[in-house]
């Protein structure tokens, strides 16, 4: 079974030529279409001192998958800080942002077919992302020959 069994449903035959246009617009190549595609959520923002130095993980990220073999897909998340809106009417926003962080993820991951995902999430019971991980997307089973485990760190 390739590594990139579910991104090859966007980028795989004929019919997909256009989907291909648009990653050759990024610098792909040929030969990237072989390659699994990572999904990487970075929360990096300025607005808040809780996000301000995650550009550095998702830097970290982005280095691994390549050196793996991968191609990373980086994609942003909302970002809120309870410290800021405390108070507030922000804090209306602040108490729903794990989940709508969680669905921002989720919505990439399943929209672009990722074959995996890197995410560092707040910790949630609901949601299966609460430290920076190498995920398959729900319901992908995992393979033990797997070069993207789910236990790696970025």
């Known amino acids: 079974m390739p590594y990139n069994e579910r991104s090859k449903h966007i980028t795989g035959g004929i019919a997909r030529s256009p989907n291909r246009a648009m990653y050759y617009a990024l610098g792909y190549q040929t030969e990237d279409f072989d390659k699994p595609m990572i999904g990487i959520a970075n929360g990096h923002s300025t607005i808040t001192p809780c996000n301000a130095g995650l550009q550095p993980l998702a830097d970290a990220a ?18 809120i800080s309870d410290g800021m809106a405390m108070g507030t009417e922000g804090m209306k926003y602040s108490l729903i942002s794990r989940e709508v962080i969680a669905d ?51």
């Open 62 to 79: 982005i280095a691994a998958v390549k050196a793996a073999g991968g191609n990373p897909q980086v994609f942003g998340t909302p970002t």
């Open 104 to 154: 921002c993820i989720e919505t990439c991951v399943q929209g672009q077919w990722t074959d995996r995902h890197c995410a560092r999430c707040p910790r949630n019971p609901r949601r299966p992302c609460g430290r920076p991980c190498a995920r398959p997307p729900p319901r992908t089973p995992r393979r033990s020959t797997d070069p993207f485990p789910s236990n790696a760190r970025a």
